[in-house]
């Protein structure tokens, strides 16, 4: 029986060299795995003929972009809903224009064009006796004829209210045949954009645009207003413009006239109303009438209609407030009130964003860079003032 001696190790059996190269010899793919790889043959194929790039789709214009979206939006049930409901209110406006204008007699200068012609339209439509002023005896006519062609009642005459004399006639005329007036809208107007660099040797300007704007609304309303207090019932509407609000560069001419009318009505306001006789005066933004036709930069800022300008003098007519205006109107007020230095700031932007056009300069003056045309142009040049010296 074998006997285990304390404190010696019994030896492990190790496999001999020979044996372990033997193993490795017998292993398959030891050596191939760390052999290198054969260079294996390039296949190479004949390149493919490019097919020409595709042209590009045209990138539509801002406005073609809202157009679309207005139409889409026209088109689904929200939108039908709305012009239901907008022809709804407009049917209720109607009637209400009806009951306060019907066998009244209603006043409108400028009537052979722009939103005189709109306003003429729709009070001989509501039942207004409705007296039409302006220059050109043959458009006035035509006024007259597409009101009595619907049923309305109108009567034209023709006067130039830059002359007081003229003024007198008419004045003296209407009275004599209608005996007296109940809804004076004084509308005609000149409109004169330039410089006041480029007035310094125009003084008569300021004279045409005072003579027509403020003294030539003045002489109708001194004629008018008599009678109105008289019978102790009468409406005066001047057709002022957002300019008396925002104040804009190279219109100080025409805005200073305007706003000479402003002041009038405000003063003359309390004197009249014991005898409800009201004054309104209706801050118009931009419309796209004749008189900025020539003004070829207008055409990249957004601009009411005539219509939707007559609806905002027929909305003072049966509501009779003390002033309308737009948004834009009141918050250029606000800033020139609140930071006037801001406003400056921004005015004197759009002061050379916006040159004088080569009437406005006259003959051998240099040439300005050129208005911009359109949204985009707009928005470019602006950001190139704003941001004039600055590097990015």
């Given at each position: 029986?074998?006997t ?6 019994t030896p492990r059996n ?6 372990k190269t033997a193993a ?5 793919g030891a050596r191939?795995?760390?052999a290198a ?10 390149p493919?003929p490019?097919r020409p790039?595709?042209?590009?789709p045209?990138v539509?214009?801002?406005v073609v972009?809202?157009?679309t979206v ?7 049930p929200v ?8 022809a709804v ?5 109607a009637a209400?224009?009806?009951r306060?204008?019907?066998?009244k007699h209603?006043v409108?200068?400028?009537a ?5 012609l709109?306003c003429a ?13 302006a220059?050109?005896?043959s458009?006035?006519?035509?006024t007259?004829e597409r009101?009595?062609?619907?049923g309305?009642?109108?009567f ?8 007081m ?7 003296e ?13 004084n509308?005609?107007g000149r409109?004169?954009r330039?410089s006041?660099k480029?007035s310094?040797?125009r003084?008569?300007?300021f004279e ?7 003294f030539g609304?003045l ?21 002022s413009?957002i ?11 025409y805005v ?7 002041a009038?009505?405000?003063c003359a306001?309390?004197e009249?109303a014991?005898a409800?006789?009201?004054?309104t005066?209706i801050?118009?933004?931009?419309v796209r009438t004749p008189?900025i ?8 800022l957004p ?14 007519v ?5 002033r309308?205006a737009?948004g ?5 007020a ?8 801001i ?13 004088d056009?080569?009437?406005a300069?006259?003959p051998?003056d ?27």
């Amino acid at each position: 029986m074998a006997t285990k001696i304390a404190g010696t190790k019994t030896p492990r059996n190790k496999t001999p060299a020979a044996t372990k190269t033997a193993a490795r010899k017998a292993r398959p793919g030891a050596r191939e795995a760390t052999a290198a790889p054969e260079p294996q043959a390039v296949i190479t194929k004949a390149p493919r003929p490019r097919r020409p790039a595709l042209p590009l789709p045209p990138v539509p214009s801002p406005v073609v972009v809202v157009k679309t979206v207005a139409k889409a939006i026209e088109a689904s049930p929200v939108g039908k809903a709305g012009a239901v409901t907008s022809a709804v209110l407009r049917s209720r406006r109607a009637a209400m224009l009806s009951r306060r204008v019907r066998n009244k007699h209603v006043v409108v200068t400028g009537a052979s064009s722009g939103i005189g012609l709109d306003c003429a339209l729709k009070l001989g439509a509501a039942g207004a006796t409705v007296i039409l002023a302006a220059r050109t005896p043959s458009k006035l006519q035509e006024t007259v004829e597409r009101i009595r062609a619907d049923g309305g009642k109108a009567f034209a005459y023709a006067c130039d209210l830059s002359d007081m004399a003229d003024c007198d006639r008419f004045i003296e005329k209407v009275l004599q045949e209608h005996r007296h007036v109940d809804i004076l809208i004084n509308n005609a107007g000149r409109s004169i954009r330039r410089s006041v660099k480029a007035s310094f040797d125009r003084f008569h300007d300021f004279e045409r645009t005072m003579q027509l704007n403020y003294f030539g609304a003045l002489r109708l309303i001194f004629g008018f207003a008599p009678k109105m207090l008289e019978r102790k019932s009468g409406h005066i509407i001047n057709i002022s413009s957002i300019g008396v609000l925002a104040s804009p560069p190279r219109f100080s001419a025409y805005v200073a006239s305007k706003a000479a009318l402003d002041a009038f009505s405000w003063c003359a306001a309390p004197e009249f109303a014991d005898a409800n006789v009201r004054f309104t005066t209706i801050n118009m933004p931009l419309v796209r009438t004749p008189m900025i036709a020539p003004t070829r930069l207008y055409d990249a800022l957004p601009a009411l209609s005539p219509d939707a300008a007559a609806e905002m003098v027929m909305s003072a007519v049966i509501d009779k407030p003390k002033r309308v205006a737009t948004g834009l109107g009141l918050t250029g007020a606000v800033a020139q009130a609140v930071a006037p230095g801001i406003s400056e700031f921004i005015l004197n932007q759009a002061f050379r964003l916006f040159p004088d056009s080569a009437a406005a300069r006259g003959p051998g003056d240099a040439e300005e860079e050129p208005a911009p045309r359109s949204p985009a142009d707009l928005a470019r040049k602006l950001f190139a003032q704003v941001f004039s010296g600055v590097h990015w």
